[in-house]
T-cell receptor
Framework: DSGVTQTPKHLITATGQRVTLRCSPRSGDLSVYWYQQSLDQGLQFLIQYYNGEERAKGNILERFSAQQFPDLHSELNLSSLELGDSALYFC?????????????FGPGTRLTVT | AQTVTQSQPEMSVQEAETVTLSCTYDTSESDYYLFWYKQPPSRQMILVIRQEAYKQQNATENRFSVNFQKAAKSFSLKISDSQLGDAAMYFCAYSPQTSGTYKYIFGTGTRLKVLA
């Protein structure tokens, strides 16, 4: 158990809908990262937050947005969903904003868009 | 552009034998970290080993060790005395330390099969 929690575990929704994925980092970790893993692919970095502020953006679509709240949990919002958005979405946390300290991954949320 | 390449989509090893998974990366940064993560069928991402670029000594964690060749930008993972539980996808990841973004850049993964 990494200490990072993600809810829900599975999500099935229809095209055009909007969903929110939630992540709670390990206790004390200030950085949260979101990654997308499409079927049998590597993980693609989406976005990073540090202590409530956006720190880095990767290949995140404009239909996607995220935020980190004062209690440090983070939410990833996916809107106008398309079939291609079906993937495993991982959240990871680290103690500092430097990647030198390894990232601890949550169990992921599997999103299926039908 | 910073990229990570894992050229072996799939590898097989006999139980108790040794296997080496390859990873190369491309960067102009001088300060970075490299990681190997294991993803079993449960899909959980599990850190196997990490290497700081400024350290010449290769990292070792029990049966797992790396061969880090900085000039060649190569970072291979050696698994000794392979066990059935080692069967998983293995991802190599790179994390820059100087560019202001500390995201991980992952390779496409190597699926390791362990044969009894």
């Amino acid at each position: 158990d990494s200490g990072v929690t993600q809810t829900p575990k599975h999500l099935i929704t229809a095209t055009g809908q909007r969903v929110t994925l939630r992540c709670s980092p390990r206790s004390g970790d200030l950085s949260v990262y979101w990654y997308q893993q499409s079927l049998d692919q590597g993980l693609q970095f989406l976005i990073q937050y540090y202590n409530g502020e956006e720190r880095a953006k990767g290949n995140i679509l404009e239909r996607f947005s995220a935020q980190q709240f004062p209690d440090l949990h983070s939410e990833l919002n996916l809107s106008s969903l398309e079939l291609g958005d079906s993937a495993l979405y991982f959240c990871a946390s680290s103690a500092y904003d430097r990647g030198a300290y390894e990232q601890y991954f949550g169990p992921g949320t599997r999103l299926t868009v039908t | 552009a910073q990229t990570v390449t894992q050229s072996q989509p799939e590898m097989s090893v006999q139980e108790a034998e040794t296997v080496t998974l390859s990873c190369t990366y491309d960067t102009s940064e001088s300060d970075y970290y490299l990681f190997w993560y294991k993803q079993p069928p449960s899909r959980q991402m599990i850190l196997v080993i990490r290497q700081e670029a400024y350290k010449q000594q290769n990292a070792t964690e029990n049966r797992f060790s790396v061969n880090f060749q900085k000039a060649a930008k190569s970072f291979s993972l050696k698994i000794s005395d392979s066990q059935l539980g080692d069967a998983a996808m293995y991802f190599c990841a790179y994390s820059p330390q100087t560019s202001g973004t500390y995201k991980y850049i992952f390779g496409t993964g190597t699926r390791l099969k362990v044969l009894a």
